[in-house]
């Protein structure tokens, strides 16, 4: 069964303490795998895709890398206002699959 | 730019009143459209989505139906809501071209409670 699974659930930091978010998959024929941001209320925010394994991207004080198995999403020196949940989803067909997501906050 | 608007932002109904959400995507055309459901500290949900005009598909059974009446209209709506129907209800599109650029997009969620 095609899966996409994000750990932890919840992370709490100090304000410039970097550190990094999991998301594994297990979906054949790997098209794409998306990051995304959702703060409170609010629709999700696209932040990434990455395609292939190796690949890297970068916004701000985020990185997200993709390997054949997974993808890390770094925060590097995190600022409180970077508090949110962070989705991880992996399309398949005319569907995307989510995580359930890492909820971070970001002390002052 | 794409932009997509959902509304009404919030909603109050009593249990057994129909339902109507509107989700309107501009600056596309021909999108893939989607309806997700969100329960508070929970994953999204996917209720249905849609490929093109009157193409509706439905991911979970529930009492809740989708219509697609125009290019870039999606309307998710109930007959008799149910207690069990308070949610935060997500629009979505997406590019309807085939290959890896199929990001979605996010509107800004309609707050159901249903009292």
């Known amino acids: 069964e095609d899966q996409v699974t994000q750990s932890p659930e919840a992370l709490r930091l100090q304000e410039g303490e970097s550190s990094s978010l999991n998301c594994s998959y297990t979906v054949s024929g790997l098209r794409g795998l998306f990051w995304y941001r959702q703060d409170p209320g609010k629709g999700p925010e696209f932040l990434f895709t990455l395609y292939s394994a190796g690949e890297e991207k970068e916004k701000e004080r985020l990185k997200a890398t993709l390997t054949k198995k997974e993808s890390f999403l770094h925060i590097t020196a995190p600022k409180p206002e970077d508090s949110a949940t962070y989705l991880c989803?992996?399309?398949?067909?005319?569907?995307?699959?989510f995580g359930s997501g890492t909820r971070l906050s970001i002390r002052p | 730019s794409q932009t997509i608007h959902q509304w009404p932002a919030t909603l109050v109904q009593p249990v057994g009143s129909p339902l109507s959400l509107e989700c309107t995507v501009e600056g596309t055309s021909n999108p893939n459209l989607y309806w997700y459901r969100q329960a508070a500290g929970r994953g999204l949900q996917l209720l249905f989505y849609?490929?093109?005009?009157?193409?509706i598909s439905s991911e979970v059974p529930q009492n809740l139906s989708a219509s697609r009446p125009q290019d870039r209209q999606f309307i998710l709506s109930s007959k008799k809501l149910l207690l069990s129907d308070s949610s935060f209800y997500l629009c979505?599109?997406?590019?309807?071209?085939?290959?890896?650029?199929?990001?979605?997009?996010f509107g800004p969620g309609t707050r159901l409670t249903v009292l």
């Open positions: 979505a599109w997406s590019h309807g071209t085939s290959g890896n650029y199929n990001e979605q997009f």
């Open positions: 989803a992996v399309p398949f067909t005319s569907k995307i699959i």
């Open positions: 849609s490929v093109g005009i009157g193409q």
